[in-house]
């Protein structure tokens, strides 16, 4: 999508360890335009999918998802990074690995909220290692529902995450896919 890619020319910033700094538009303050540009081409992608409901993560996942939804016209549900287990079986729950942030936690979503029948299309802000979207997509298995596909708005192609993904057979639209950065640079390339 030019206008991501564009404005991720623009206002990004590399910084080192390959972190992909978006802050003024995407994780902290938020366009919310872009935001509704991004929901209208997911919906344009996966048009010929029936989707039911859309699944995301807290916290940078929530407002692109919400924006994507007014074009789905599902609702959005976030898994909860918990602090606690679960032991009542109220919830599925899977565990993420976070590289960036080095560290496992437990996330969760309510059983009311995701059913066999649903038909879910997960969407988030980052695609690096995979390991959020595996976590995502293991708990719409436990719940017996179908994923129809994911959308990412930045994916870091040189990370391992997408081709995981797509190995599985699972349908990932990647908005703006990073191909290469340097940080002394500031240089960033993206795959067409
Ligand atoms: P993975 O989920 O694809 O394996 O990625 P990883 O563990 O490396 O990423 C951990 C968190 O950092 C995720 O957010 C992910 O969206 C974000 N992230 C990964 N690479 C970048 C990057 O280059 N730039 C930015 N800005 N974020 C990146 P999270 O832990 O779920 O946190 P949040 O959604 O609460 O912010
Ligand atoms: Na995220
Ligand atoms: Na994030």
Redesign the pocket.
Known sequence: MKLLEERIRKDGTVKAGNVLKVDSFLNHQMDIDLFNEMGKEWARLFADRKITKILT?EA??IGIACVAAQHFHVPVVFAKKSQSVNIDGEVYSTKIESFTHKRVYDVIVSKKFLHPEDHILII???LANGC?LEGLIDIVNKAGASVEGVGIAVEKGFQKGGDLIRSKGIRVESLAIVESMDDKTGEITFRS
């Open positions: 993560v940078s996942g988030d802000d980052f959020a």
